[in-house]
């Protein structure tokens, strides 16, 4: 086994491991790479070589995606593909869910440490699987296939894809379980597994995993496009051996991940100052009611506080003192999945147009407090289902940090006030009639995955982009109606459209949401779910901008819509809860809850199920929002004239041929009547701080609440520290 950087010395992968981590700490420079020798001597043919490789996990991923039947991977690109060294540093990645480079790295690591080239063996031909996040993934959903590469019988690489399935045998039908608590309800496991032999699947993991999900096609053909995109890579790699020799290949995978660790440094020296900046974001768990589980009965305030240093030298440390426990849900994680996550979200907003790879964590510090939510890998039989639930959430935190950081070096145009929380995928299954054209008695997925385009946070110079972007995937993509409608057949769409009054409120809005109305219709029996914030905001704004809307679920039961259809009368598409239309409905069975995370229930023929994709957060003070483009949102249906009026001071009066047309004289007055009630209201900093001190130590705090800081003060310490101190709390305070 030749150690990379000098292609000389045969040693075991562990070795090796070892070897790069040894050179990378004593000087500094990762596998002691002080000096780029083959880009120095020739940039030109260096930047050749490495767009070769990237170019390869490109065209893997291009190629691999017209293989996959699921509209998850053709349609939204939910896959990705990425070439490692043969100790597993990632080098280079495709486009698509770039959020698992790190985390199929994890798994090489994993294999090695485990021994795997002593026994079984690591040999030509092999395949390996993994969905475990305790060693090296997200959520069970996203499945890794990875591929040994060797030239010449040497072990030089690896190549690995990702794709996220429509479902994968959980307690319940999905790909987003809400109702496992625990890893016996999460599905289908792999845990670096190997799966395959000489290029060809095993008979005996191809019988379980055809008889471990409830949709074997779409798992079939999914795990076709990740090996045939990793042979691709493999290909690619062996044709560019043969061009460059192997010396230069193993040299510059090296190279290529020491450039991106510069490059890295550069850019956040160039972009922020050193400092400290601190965010918290809040998830909540509605299960008090929802759950069938007893330990899962009972509600939870999530703390998901973020501190990032930036130090002078250009590297971050992220500090997640004070996140709360893991428990009985399927939000638990581990380091894979949060440096996973951090991973993408850097690359939006300091590392684009660099080179993406390993050499991003070379240049991050994390500390993750034990027995917390995302550092919990000696709890074995935690649920690590559904992760994103709260890793989303905490890296709002994150932007609203970096954005900062830019106002404070003068780049007002840079990174966004947050985002939108990708959620709301309604899921579960069906079982169709037969009375609308398909097969009688077929099952169907539920597994909408619209959430792949949610709105952005605005910045001081834009609005954020409207019903397009999603944190974990920079191609965002809503997919079409008609492909979500072929897979999941007795679904149908009544619309889809802008939802009023989602985009958060500020001088710069952000991005809004779209919602849709969903119709079971030719289905015997169905049950659907969905998970959603619906009793906090996962996002605050930035600099006097407001949070998006707060999620909440709508179900409507015994429509009759038939008898609207014969009569021609205009049917519910969406839902304003301030005149809902849901109204033309007199005789239905209105279910509103006030939270969007439920468990499964059941729905039958004619039922509706109203999905809401949440806006972005904005930016500043609303009331010193642009006139002109105050009416251009009434006129685009971005709000309604309440919120324009009450949010916006804006007073606006339609025209002949239907249009608004704001009043410019009494909007001003109704914002000098909002800024004087806002004065009014307001009260001294001294006497908010003593009421609520008060507060806190008469313990007048609802019961989640309260419940949430005694966790916190047993698994956040140091948190806890800092919060008696700023309450001025006795030693001894408890809750």
Avoid at 256 to 277: C, D, M, T
């Amino acid at each position: 086994m030749a150690f990379s950087v000098g292609a000389s010395t045969r040693v075991s992968l562990k070795q090796l491991v070892q070897e790069v981590a040894e050179r990378t700490r004593n000087t500094g420079h990762y596998a002691g790479l002080v000096e780029l020798e083959l880009r120095d001597k020739n940039p030109f043919r260096w930047e050749e070589a490495m767009t070769k490789l990237i170019a390869s996990a490109v065209t893997a991923r291009e190629v691999a995606v017209h293989i996959a039947a699921s509209p998850l991977t053709r349609s939204l690109g939910e896959t990705c593909f990425a070439l490692f060294t043969a100790d597993g540093d990632a080098v280079a990645l495709s486009t698509g869910i770039i959020v698992h480079v790190h985390t199929m790295s994890e798994d090489i690591k994993q294999m090695i440490e485990a021994g795997y080239e002593e026994f079984p063996g690591i040999r030509e031909g092999d395949i390996y699987s993994n969905n475990d996040p305790a060693l090296g993934n997200v959520h069970t959903t996203d499945i890794h296939t990875l591929i040994p590469i060797f030239y010449q019988g040497e072990l030089v690489g690896w190549a690995g894809g990702v794709t996220h399935q429509v479902d994968i045998g959980g307690v319940t039908p999905g790909h987003d379980i809400v109702a496992a608590t625990s890893r016996y309800e999460d599905g289908l496991y792999m845990t670096n597994e190997k799966i395959g032999e000489q290029g060809k699947l095993l008979p005996h993991y191809l019988l379980r995993s055809r008889q471990g999900v409830r949709t074997p096609l779409y798992y079939d053909l999914d795990e076709k496009a990740r090996i045939a995109g990793a042979e691709m890579i493999k290909r690619a790699v062996i044709q560019f051996i043969d061009e460059y020799g192997l010396d230069f290949y193993l040299r510059l995978s090296r190279e290529v991940i020491e450039f991106s660790r510069r490059n890295f440094l550069a850019r956040v020296k160039e972009r922020l100052i050193p400092g400290r900046f601190r965010a918290t974001a809040f998830v909540d768990t509605p299960f008090s009611k929802e759950a069938w589980q007893p330990q899962a009965q009972r509600d939870t305030l999530h703390h998901l506080p973020l501190e990032v240093v930036v130090k002078a030298d250009g590297t971050l440390r992220l500090d997640f003192e004070g996140n709360s426990g893991y428990g009985p849900w399927a939000w638990n994680t581990a380091l894979a999945s949060v440096l996973g996550a951090l991973w993408v979200v850097l690359s939006q907003m300091l590392g684009y147009s660099e080179v993406v790879n390993e050499g991003y964590n070379l240049a991050l510090e994390t500390y993750r407090p034990p027995r917390t939510w995302l550092n919990n890998n000696e709890v074995y039989d935690l649920s690590r289902q559904t992760p994103w639930y709260l890793t989303i959430p905490i890296y709002t935190g994150l932007y609203r940090s970096l954005q900062r950081g830019f106002l404070s070096r003068g780049y007002v145009e840079e990174g966004a006030s947050g985002y939108g929380m990708t959620a709301d995928p309604t899921q579960g299954g069906m079982v169709l009639s037969g009375t609308t054209g398909e097969p009688k008695g077929v099952y169907a997925p539920i597994t909408t995955f619209e959430i792949s385009a949610v709105g952005m946070g605005a910045n001081a110079t834009r609005d954020g982009i409207d019903h397009g972007y999603a944190m974990w995937n920079p191609e965002s993509d809503m997919g079409d109606v008609e492909e979500w409608e072929r897979l999941q057949m007795g679904l149908r769409y009544l619309s889809r459209r802008i939802k009023p009054n989602s985009a958060g409120y500020g001088r710069r809005r952000g991005g809004a949401g779209f919602e849709t109305m969903g119709l079971f219709y030719g289905v015997a029996g169905a049950q659907a779910f969905s998970l959603n914030q619906g009793m906090v905001f996962t996002n605050a704004g930035n600099c006097g901008g407001y949070p998006a809307f707060a999620s909440y679920t709508l179900h409507v039961r015994k429509t009759d819509i038939e008898q609207l259809w014969r009569n021609h009368q205009p049917y519910p598409q969406g839902d304003d809860p301030d005149s809902p239309e849901v109204n033309k409905l007199p005789s239905a069975e209105v279910t509103r809850l006030p939270y969007g995370t439920y468990y499964p229930r059941p729905f039958d023929q004619g039922d509706l199920i109203y999905m809401k994709y949440n806006g972005g957060p904005g930016y500043g003070d609303p009331l010193e929002r642009p006139i002109e483009l105050c009416e251009r949102d009434l006129n685009d249906g971005i709000y309604t004239e309440r919120i324009m009026e009450s949010v916006y001071g804006i007073i606006a009066s339609r025209d002949l041929h239907g249009g608004f047309v704001v009043d410019r004289k009494k909007s001003e007055v109704k914002r000098a009547e909002i800024r004087r009630t806002r004065r009014e209201r307001s009260v001294d900093f001294a006497e908010f701080y003593h009421r609520e001190r008060n507060r806190v130590l008469n313990g007048e705090l609802t019961p989640v609440v309260r419940a949430m800081y005694a966790e916190l003060a047993d698994v956040g310490p140091g948190w806890w520290e800092e919060y008696r101190a700023v309450w001025q709390l006795p030693e001894k305070f408890t809750l």
